[in-house]
Every structure is written in structure tokens, then in C-alpha cells.
Nanobody, 122 residues
Framework: QVQLVESGGGLVQPGGSLQLSCLAS????????MAWFRQAPGKEREFVAS???????TFFADSVKGRVGISRDYLKTLYLDLNNLNYEDTATYYC????????????????WGQGTQVTVSS
């Protein structure tokens, strides 16, 4: 069973930065492609960024491209670096995993964390 636990969310001013983490409780982290999604109140869950199991392939939503970085390490942790945050980035951020293929589609991911809240406010 795969368990994902996000952390690192919080309250940040516009223009600020945050690093989100997602710790995966899995036997073999490298068989999973990973992604971050977010969901704002009243809106559908949307793709933010993904990274393949090798760490060599990364993909970003147009809305965050240039402001966001995604990475993973051998300690079974996935990261999302959020920079130059704006009010539209306020949402609950979720990490997700699957062992088939990296994707931008939420339905393609089998495992999800509980989410971490990011609030951008002055």
C-alpha cells in the first residue's frame, strides 16, 4: 500500500515562496511517477506539475510554468517549489503517484495524499 503525506503549506504573502514536500511510504520509490495537483474552493482539481520515475522528465501546467519546480530524491520525497506566488495559487495541494506512466490527468493516479493548504494573502 502506498501512503503519501504532504507538508510545507502555509500562509504566504504575494510574491513569496514555499517548498512543499510529499513523503512516500513505499518499498520502491523509483517505480512511481509522481505529480502535484491543486484544488481551490469551488473549483476542480487541476494539474500543477509532474515528474517521471527517473526524475529526468518534468512537466508543468502553463499557469505555473517558470514559477514552479518539481524534484524527487532517494529518501522517497517529492518536492514542489513555488515561487512568486499570487492569489490564484491559493489552494489545497495534493501529491499523487502511479506506477504506469506520468500524466497530467488526475484520474490516472491511483494514490493520493491528504493535501496541504497554501494560502496567499497580504
Amino acid at each position: 500500500q502506498v501512503q503519501l503525506v504532504e507538508s510545507g503549506g502555509g500562509l504566504v504573502q504575494p510574491g513569496g515562496s514555499l517548498q512543499l514536500s510529499c513523503l512516500a511510504s513505499v518499498r520502491t520509490f523509483t517505480i512511481y511517477d509522481m505529480a502535484w495537483f491543486r484544488q481551490a474552493p469551488g473549483k476542480e482539481r487541476e494539474f500543477v506539475a509532474s515528474i517521471d520515475r527517473t526524475g529526468g522528465g518534468t512537466f508543468f501546467a502553463d499557469s505555473v510554468k517558470g514559477r514552479v519546480g518539481i524534484s524527487r530524491d532517494y529518501l522517497k520525497t517529492l518536492y514542489l517549489d513555488l515561487n512568486n506566488l499570487n492569489y490564484e495559487d491559493t489552494a489545497t495541494y495534493y501529491c499523487a503517484a502511479n506506477d504506469r506512466a506520468v500524466s497530467r490527468v488526475a484520474a490516472d493516479y491511483d494514490y493520493w495524499g491528504q493535501g496541504t493548504q497554501v494560502t496567499v494573502s497580504s
